[in-house]
Each structure stands twice: as structure tokens, then as C-alpha cells.
């Protein structure tokens, strides 16, 4: 606890008794002063300033840093301390004060910032890999198909390290050092070359020196990731854990979130950086050592026996990885202090003194060795991906077993979320590694297609046939973009004949074809397509698995470039297989560039952001509990920056203080308010608006943010509100149910959106549909903060003087419980909709 927090006889406001008057401490306080309040506003995706959260341009620094810190107006800083003579103040003016302090918390640098953070998007099948590892199905947690689970997973991981490091090497080991550097005709124009040329007649001219200084890139790459992770770990997962006591019971008990080492992972963190890091020096020394056994097996002698001895200890060396993933495991219960600074260092440092030796024996001289086709080796990209195909099986295998045995609603894909992201990690990484080298290859080749005309042998067959895969994976997403569009449009049909319900005091028109109307209904159609992403995300996996299969295949089959393959066949094969090959090589080289471009994009440009943020948000929302190499996690920051100002808040004013969370600052909100001390969650309350919360928290981690969690949080959480809109393509309502399974009041009715429907003398202007934006713009949510403060108040265990209870309500609003609603309901059960049943169930 803070030194801060304590009082003036060595104790906290915790301690406070309720004594008789003139005691020291709090109790007495409460008497004669009125008792602070105090909304900790918490943004969402896209960021915003402080400037706007609060609405002043005057705004200063309480706590924190540039990278993330809590703001407050200029004439605020002092609000909840005494008044008094030396503040110049009266003290009348904080007992008329009828809003609470108003604080800004701003976390959005820790997930932008300038444009080169762009590069982050080149790891995202690392980012996406992680997702997996908590997309498990809520069954109980000592269910032994956790444990299969958490290994297929690493493993996995692990096989995305060693295709990103392969990638690299495929462009400068095989590409440019082995084929290019081999042939005169492709050396011929490149005079930054020509010192590797093998009529050069120079020291590097051999092929073994050319490819060890090749194997320098991937090497380089390797260590750029170690260097990335290492100095993320050292910001992001070395943040102290929130002060708490912790709960009672068993941590088995309890929901995982609110464990006090959920949110550190120091240690795990730093366990599999040193594993992947040992990967990625030994893809390298593999591969070197495959090409040099091919070239000494018909010689013999002492280098083909330092090549066993070597390719020897490059096998153990995986065993060694291997068995240090499986074993890695995260420990929540408490937060795990402990260090394996032998383990962390011994094996990358191993790994790399074995590489050291690998590439002296690669650069030892071999007169006769002449470099011809492709590099040996190169099929384990084929071998990689079934690999992937096989680990992705075993998670679907797994993730039935836990659905059978999980509780509450069903998740997204019915227990194979995991397996099918998963499979789409594989195909961005698979893009991401073939359109690299496939540009790469036709730049050498003069425009020349790879491995089917021109002097090089091109890229592995199996990149080649997944690029002519690429097409078809284009044309599946054009037509779940036409069927989104339909069923957008049916919907926008069925949805404008009912808008009338949400307006009947003031809708005029009952045909429903009027631009208002349409305009509505096409904001309440258009939100509701979030809830189709999980069909297109499977039937995105399922395309992916055939047409993988399908790739590896043909690879296997012909051992040729489909344009070869098909030569002889029926028309219009032919024809249809060049297409394909030229076309996607062109696709997977944009999707690249696209990548790149959106990246920096979404970065340095707010609205941009708010497109595209909340995917990232997400996927950086997860410690790195599987891949050290993917983006940091921001929570292991926000939740533990906002646990401490609460905590330390509440102890040292011993008011009452309610968590204002939108959109992703929800999700932080709440898993602030789980790493609470019961005694401070007491007085602490939780206003939400636009949260994903259930709708894309709940069914996509349901282990984590399930039916159970929820209601857990809405049990251990005195006053809770959550607001939604039928427009919000992102929030919606929270569901939460009681331990005997009654809807709670958790869920507002859904708001007005927008607020009227026609010019009102309140709106003498058109009010704007604002969809998931201007929460605070409603007049509902002033009142239900107003709400939520009383209610804390009147807690047990709340401060004495309560939050005055004449809760404003917006003008002509009847009370949310009492008020008559439309015969159309939310089919969401258990908030009761302003709109129809066709508007929520659509």
C-alpha cells in the first residue's frame, strides 16, 4: 500500500469505525464534510485527449507519464482535497458541488504512435497466434485438455517463428545467394552483386561463404525480434501488479482476471523469448547443415563428420526448445516473482554458439561444389504447413472436448474458434512469407514468372501453387461481401417497417420508406452484421484448410509450378493455372504493401484507427501468454495503472469513485475492477456504454468473459450499469444473470439513437445517428452516473455522508424500470429493448 494512503494515526481509511462523534479519522470527516466522488473516465478504441474527454482545453498531468497517464481539469487538480485558508477557497463551494470530479485516464500511445510502428503488422500472425491461446471453451479449469490445449498452441507458435525466419532466409539464402549469385545472366545487371558471383572468382564467389554471409540476415532478423520482445517485456510485463490482498478461496474459484499474476507475466514472457530466440538461431544452422550434407555426402572425410556432429547437436537443441515450451505454463494465482536466468541465457546463447560453428563449416572450402536449382532443403515450407494443419486439428479436437464440458452459452463456432484463428494465422503467414519471396524472385528474374521461364528456379514449388490459391481466397471474400450486403439490405426491409416503435410519440410515417427511416434502419441492419463475423471467419478457416491441402498437394504431386503442371491439360486449364500463378504472386506482393500502408495509417490517423483499432486493440488486449515475438500487451499496463489510482483513491479520500469506461476502456475497466480488494470494490462503481463486453469478449473468450465471469463481476460489483444502442456495431448488452440465474439489472434498455426522430424544439436541427460514438452526449448517462454514485453510497461499507440521491433525469424520460414498453422487445433477454424483436434478433 502507498505510504500515501494512510492516515495521519498510521491507519487507513479502511480502518475507520463508527464511533461517536469527534473520533478521528474518516467517520468523523463524513460528519462535517461532504464525502468525495470522483468518475475515472477510461476511452476506447482510436484514443482520444484529454482536451476532449474532459471537455476543457485546460487540462494537467495528475499521475503517469506520456505513454499513459490520468488528467484532470486545471481548476479540478485540488477538487477532493479539503478546503481551506491556505487553498484560498470557500468551503461552500465543494458542498454545493452536484457532479463528481471528473478524471482521464489516456492509454491510447501504448498501442500508436508514429508511422514506424507500422512494422508491428508484419508480426501479426504472431499477434493472432496468441489470440488462440484464449479462445478456449469455459470448461472447468482442471479439465487435463487444458494442459493439450496450452502445448498445441505454443507449439504452434513456435512453427510461426521458424516460418518468418525461413522467409528471410528464402530470399537471401536460396533467392539471392544460392540461385542469383550462381548465374551469370541474373549477376549480370547487378554490380552490388557481383563480389558473391560465382565467376567472380573472388573468396566469397564459393557457395558455402555465400551463403554463410546470407544466413547473417535471417540471423539479424532474429536478433531484431529478441531485442523488440526484450525491450517491450522490460516496459510492458514488468509492471507491478495492482495492490490487493486477494480474495479468499481457491484459485480455481475465482474468475481468472481478478488473480494477482494474471496480469504479470515477467516471467513466462521471458522463458519463451529465450525459447523462440534458440528457434530462430537453429532454423538457421538447420538449414545450413541440410545444404551441406547434401553437398558432402558423396565425399566423406572430416567434413561430412563434423556435419553429423553437428546436425546432431542442432537436433538436440530443438529437443531442448521443445521441452522448455511444453513446460512453460502461466501462474496466475499469485504473481510469479522468480527468474531462469541460466535457462534464458544458456540456450540462446547455445543456440547461437552452435550456429557460429555451423557457419565456419558452411564456409569451408569445396572446390567442386557448384550451386544449381534450388537450395536443398526448401520443401520444409510444404512440411510446415502440415505441420500447421496438424496443430490446428488438435486444438479443434480439443476444443470440442472442453465445450462438452463447458457452462453457459455456446461461444463463437461452438468450441473451434481457436482452431479455425489458428488457420487463419497460418494463411497471413503463409502470405506474408510467399509474397515476399515471390516478388523478390520476379525482380531477379528480370519479370520473368518464377520457376516457369527465365534463368532462376524460383521460390519452393508449395509458394507457387499457395499463390495461385490466392485468387480463390479473393473471390470467397467478394462473395461473403455480397452476402453481407444482401442480408444487410434484407434486414434494412425488414427493420425500417418497425423504427416506429422506437419514436411513437413523434414518428409521422408508418410506411417506413422515408429517408429517416431508411437511414435508421440501414445504421441498425449494418450493426447487426458483427454478429454474422463468426460464420465468415469459419467459412474463411474451412477455405483455407481445402485450399492449403490442396497446395501441398499439387506440390507433392507435380514438383513443378502449376503453369508446368498443367501443360497438356484440357482447355482452359492451362490458361486458368498461368492466370492464377501471375495474379496471386501480384496479391500476395500487395497484400504486403496493403498491410504495411494500412498500418501506418491506422496510426498516425484517428479515424483510420477507429476502422480497423479494434482488431488490434483486441489482439494486443492478451498477455503474451504463447508467442514473446507478437505486439506487447497494453493491459499489463492500463489495468494495473488504473487498479493502483483506484485503490489508492478510495483509501486516501475514502469517497466514492465510479469507473467510466467506453468501448475497449470497458474491458480494461472491468479488469481493473476484478483486481479490486473487496473492501475498496465497495465503494467503487462501473458505468460501461459501447462495451464488447459479451459480443465480442464473451463469445469469442468465453473462458475469460463468459456467462459465469460476468455474472461473477455483477455479484462482487455493487453497482454496475451498462449502456448500449441497437446502431452500436460494436457494444451491446452485458447479459449478466444472478447466482440463480434471473436476469440482472445490469443492461440499460437500449438508448435512443438517435435521439429524435424528427426536429424537436430540443433538436431544432436533424439529431445525428451516432452509432458507437457520443455516449456521454445522451442524457441518460448523467443519470445513470448519478445513479450508480448513489448507490455505492448507500452501501455497506460506504463512506457515511452519501452521494445526494435526487438523481436528474433527462427531460420527459420516465423511469428506465417503470416505463411502458413497445409491444416490440430486444430478444436479448435480458435488457427490455426499445426496438422490435426483428431489430435484435435480426
Known sequence: MQPEALSAKGRTPLDRTDGPAGTDGPAATARTAPQPALELLVHGVGGATPQEMLGDPRTELVTGDGTAGIHRRSDDVRADEPAGEERGEDASRTASRTEPVQEAYCWSNLTSGNGARALWLILLPFMIANLVHWMRPAAPARHPAHRAYDVLVRIFALTLTVQLVLAAGEVTLDLLAWQCAGSAHCVADKSWLGFMSADSGGWFGAPGRRLALAALVPVLLTGLLWWLSRRTWSIYESAKPSPRAGAPGAAGEQPALSLPGFWYGRRLVARLRAAHTATGLLAVASALVTVTAAADDDTGGGLRAAGWVLGALTAAGWVAVVVLVCRSGRTEAEPDMGEDRRAVRALPLGALA?????????????????????????????????????????????????????????????????????????????????????????????????????????????????????????????????????????????????????????????????????????????????????????????????????????????????????????????????????????????????????????????????????????????????????????????????????????????????????????????????????????????????????????????????????????????????????????????????????????????????????????????????????????????????????????????????????????????????????????????????????????
Open 354 to 842: 552452435l550456429l557460429a560453428a555451423v557457419l565456419v563449416h558452411t564456409a569451408w572450402s569445396r572446390p567442386d561444389w557448384v550451386s544449381t536449382g534450388r537450395l536443398p532443403g526448401t520443401s520444409v515450407f510444404a512440411g510446415l504447413a502440415v505441420t500447421q494443419g496438424a496443430l490446428a486439428a488438435g486444438l479443434a479436437i480439443t476444443g470440442l472436448l472442453l465445450q462438452r464440458r463447458a457452462t453457459g452459452e455456446r461461444p463463437a463456432l461452438r468450441g473451434l474458434g481457436g482452431a479455425c484463428v489458428a488457420l487463419l494465422a497460418s494463411a497471413v503467414a503463409g502470405v506474408l512469407s510467399g509474397g515476399v519471396a515471390q516478388r523478390v524472385a520476379d525482380w531477379l528474374d528480370r519479370g520473368a514468372t518464377p520457376g516457369e521461364s527465365g534463368p532462376l528456379a524460383g521460390p519452393p514449388v508449395v509458394l507457387s501453387w499457395q499463390a495461385t490459391a490466392i485468387p480463390l481466397v479473393a473471390l470467397l471474400v467478394l462473395l461473403l461481401a455480397l452476402a453481407g450486403a444482401w442480408r444487410t439490405w434484407v434486414l434494412r426491409r425488414r427493420i425500417g417497417t418497425e423504427v416506429a416503435g422506437l419514436y411513437p410519440t413523434e414518428h409521422r410515417y408508418t410506411e417506413g420508406n422515408d429517408p429517416r427511416t431508411g437511414r435508421i434502419a440501414g445504421a441498425i441492419a449494418r450493426a447487426r452484421l458483427t454478429d454474422d463475423a463468426p460464420a465468415a471467419i469459419g467459412a474463411a478457416a474451412l477455405a483455407t484448410l481445402i485450399l492449403g491441402a490442396g497446395a501441398v498437394l499439387g506440390a507433392r504431386l507435380h514438383d513443378e509450378v502449376p503453369g508446368k503442371a498443367a501443360e497438356g491439360a484440357p482447355d482452359p486449364l492451362p490458361g486458368l493455372a498461368q492466370t492464377g500463378q501471375a495474379l496471386g504472386s501480384w496479391m500476395m506482393g500487395a497484400g504486403v504493401i496493403l498491410l504495411l500502408a494500412m498500418g501506418r495509417r491506422a496510426y498516425r490517423d484517428p479515424k483510420s484507427r477507429r476502422t480497423i483499432g479494434i482488431l488490434w486493440d483486441v489482439g494486443t488486449f492478451w498477455p503474451r501468454a504463447a508467442h514473446p515475438f507478437a505486439p506487447p500487451c497494453y493491459a499489463e499496463r492500463a489495468v494495473p495503472d488504473l487498479a493502483w489510482r483506484t485503490s489508492t483513491w478510495t483509501t486516501r479520500t475514502g469517497g466514492c469513485l465510479v469507473i467510466s469506461g467506453h468501448s475497449q476502456g470497458s474491458v480494461l475497466a472491468a479488469a481493473a475492477v476484478w483486481q479490486l480488494d473487496p473492501d475498496i470494490r465497495a465503494r467503487v462503481a462501473l458505468l460501461t456504454y459501447g462495451s464488447p463486453l459479451r459480443r465480442l469478449y464473451g463469445r469469442w473468450f468465453p473462458a475469460y468473459f463468459g456467462d459465469r465471469a460476468l455474472a461473477g463481476l455483477d455479484d462482487q460489483t455493487h453497482a454496475w450499469r451498462n449502456l448500449w444502442r441497437l446502431t452500436d456495431p460494436i457494444g451491446g448488452p452485458v447479459r449478466a444473470a444472478d447466482p440463480d440465474g434471473r436476469p440482472s439489472d445490469v443492461d440499460r434498455k437500449p438508448l435512443k439513437d438517435p435521439l429524435a426522430f424528427e426536429r424537436t424544439p430540443e433538436h431544432p436541427l436533424p439529431a445525428a445517428i451516432n452509432a458507437h460514438s457520443d455516449y456521454q452526449a445522451d442524457p441518460a448517462f448523467a443519470a445513470e452516473r448519478a445513479e450508480l454514485l448513489a448507490r455505492v453510497a448507500a452501501a455497506p461499507g460506504a463512506p457515511a455522508e452519501e452521494w445526494p440521491r435526487q438523481v436528474p433525469r433527462p427531460a420527459g424520460e420516465p423511469d428506465t424500470e417503470t416505463e411502458t414498453q413497445t409491444p416490440s422487445e430486444s430478444a436479448d433477454g435480458a435488457a427490455a429493448a426499445q426496438g422490435s424483436a426483428g431489430m435484435s434478433s435480426a
